[in-house]
């Protein structure tokens, strides 16, 4: 091949591969963001819990820890990466059993792959992983408008030992994703799975079969010497894996937003009492016993991917709760919030009810996670 010739393919593979814009569909990859805390202990059931974005699906698979962790490859500009770790252990998953770590992006933000089309896109994702578990582990993506899954396999060969893997999802020429702002595609990285999905040969093209989602996966959940770690996550259209797009903490925290916004100063988490970062406002009184008229609206960084669910708390930390404040530092808490007007861009709080007040003072989560 000539010289012309290998620079006319760099520039094509360059330009396949989309090297010059937003790469990376994956929000939170590098594991910067943990708006909700650091860590959680004695999870035992599927829910959102440290690291934005990246929630744990768990059906009676022992009991774990999950963190925002140091620990990360050398030298790939990483600081910090998601944990697991096991602290009950479950050496027998039932058939229905399952666990794993996931990512959830909304359908319109896959467009891009062309899914349910004749023109259909191969997909790579490529990550950093390191356990103490070695052995076959299962990397699922899951169209969730369609119901349909594929699954590709990766080796753990050293144990406690950071490992960077790639892999290619086959094109679906089946199903298209609705251009919507629910849930596209789901990737789950196993840590154990029941008969009902493993029982069958791992599905490596775009399939229906249950019993073919997580075949050959390890138990990671039967020690609790057992633990995992994920960072560097990237997921791009194509065949051609390009280096980790690194993002700005700020543009990183400012994507998450979209699905989580608190009032708390980062690093404080929900529900502690303070009153740093809090948000106040002032009103009418009517009488020294009669309701406190007023309120306050608030109007969020980023708008929401739908209409969050809202949780008040009082300066003291009390969920549900508001402060009403009044001149001469009389302060009354644990006073009933309520929320109304409620929708991507804001919402509306008063309490009305009971001493008289000149304002109002508390924090607020906002969620619309998928």
């Known amino acids: 091949m000539t010289k012309a010739a290998e620079l ?12 010059g814009g937003r790469r990376n569909i994956i929000i939170n990859g590098a594991m910067q963001v ?8 004695s999870i035992t059931s599927t829910g959102y819990y440290t690291i934005d974005r990246w929630q744990v699906a768990i059906t009676n698979g022992g009991t774990w820890t999950m963190s925002q962790d140091t620990d990360v490859p050398t030298g790939e500009g990483f600081a910090n990466s998601l944990k697991m770790d096991c602290t009950t252990a479950d050496t027998s998953f039932g ?4 666990l794993y770590v996931r990512t959830k992006l909304e359908s319109q933000d896959c467009q891009n792959m062309k ?12 990550f950093w992983v390191k356990s103490s578990k070695t052995g076959t582990h299962i990397v699922e993506l899951l169209d969730n408008d369609n119901s349909r899954f594929v699954s590709l396999a990766y080796t753990i060969s050293s144990a406690n030992t950071w490992e960077n893997h790639t892999l290619t999802f086959p094109a679906d020429t089946t199903g298209v994703f609705a251009n919507d702002n629910g849930v596209g595609l789901g990737i789950h990285w196993y840590m154990g799975a029941g008969s009902n999905i493993s029982s069958g040969t791992l599905g490596t093209t775009w399939h229906t079969t249950q019993a073919n989602r997580a075949a050959g996966q390890v138990n990671l959940a039967d020690s609790t010497d057992n633990n995992w770690y994920l ?7 194509g065949e051609q894996a390009t280096p980790f797009e690194h993002r700005s903490f700020g543009e990183e925290l400012a994507l998450c937003q979209r699905y989580y916004e608190k009032s708390y100063e980062y690093g404080t988490a929900s529900g502690t009492s303070i009153s740093t970062g809090s948000i106040q406002a002032g009103g009418g009184v009517t009488g020294a016993t009669t309701s406190f008229i007023g309120g306050f609206s608030i109007r969020y960084k980023t708008s929401k991917r739908s209409s969050p669910t809202v949780t008040m708390y009082d300066k003291s930390g009390n969920s549900g709760k508001i402060h009403r404040i009044q001149l001469g530092s009389v302060s009354s808490a644990n006073n009933t919030a309520t929320v109304e007007n409620g929708g991507t861009t804001g919402f509306t709080a ?8 000149s304002g109002l003072q508390g924090h607020f989560e906002a969620d619309s996670e998928l």
Do not use: P
Request: charge should be positive.
């Open 95 to 98: 058939a229905s059993d399952s």
């Open 8 to 19: 006319a393919k760099m520039g094509e593979v360059l330009t396949n591969s989309q090297i």
């Open 34 to 41: 943990a708006q909700r805390g650091t860590s959680q202990a």
């Open 350 to 357: 008063y309490s009305a009810s009971g001493v008289s007040a």
């Open 231 to 237: 960072t560097g996550v990237q997921l791009e259209v």
């Open 115 to 126: 899914k349910g089309t004749s023109s259909a896109e191969k997909v790579t994702l490529r």
